[in-house]
């Protein structure tokens, strides 16, 4: 008689992230721990760059996001306000550094984006997502009231395996040049 095995797992693919300092890392991941519906909150406060590349494009990816992160320096940036997401909520970030780089980035890997990966893109952390409109609204009414603009610096890049709900980390790099984003 004949074992038959599994179908093989598809390769994941690959998440790029900006890396956000500690402190606002801590905090913005204590909005999320607190907002966030407990049974999908399975991943820390993170600022998504790109959503999916190839599997194939690893050793790339390696490459040129380690060459990035050598080069740069930290990269200024300021959460300035909220972000409606319909079901959601998110955390408004303004870069223009990081939006200069994730350009480059785009660039450079430009005929092997998705379509979500394509074009502009507006940075933010999501603190709350898939919940009811309502729920939504009141909290972007009660985060609005306390909300001040906080500056600070993305302190590198992060590439991840995206494993569904969970994300397995590949490399992070520290930005450690003198050059500006």
């Known amino acids: ?3 038959l095995s599994p179908p093989p797992t598809p390769p994941a693919p690959f998440i790029v992230t900006a890396e956000l300092p500690r402190d606002v890392l801590a905090w913005a991941d204590g909005l999320r721990r607190k907002h966030f519906p407990p049974e999908r909150n399975h991943l820390a406060a993170h600022v998504t760059l790109f959503h999916s590349f190839a599997p194939s494009l690893r050793a790339e990816l390696l490459r040129t996001l380690g060459r ?3 080069d740069l320096a930290p990269v200024p940036a300021r959460i300035d ?3 409606d997401l319909g079901k959601g909520t998110a955390l408004l970030v303004r870069s223009e550094g990081m939006q200069a780089l994730r350009a480059r980035i785009a660039d450079h890997f ?11 893109k ?3 952390i999501t603190i709350q997502n898939k919940v009811d409109r309502g729920a939504a609204l009141a ?8 909300l001040r603009p906080r500056d600070f610096a993305f302190t590198g890049l992060g590439l991840h395996l995206y494993r569904g709900a969970h994300w397995d980390e590949v490399k992070i790099w520290r930005f450690r040049g003198q050059e500006g984003g």
């Open 1 to 3: 008689m004949t074992s």
């Open 68 to 70: 990035y992160a050598q």
């Open 81 to 83: 306000g909220l972000m």
């Open 110 to 120: 430009d005929t092997m984006l998705t379509a979500q990966d394509r074009g502009a």
């Open 122 to 124: 507006k940075l933010h």
């Open 139 to 146: 909290l972007q009414r009660e985060l609005a009231a306390s």
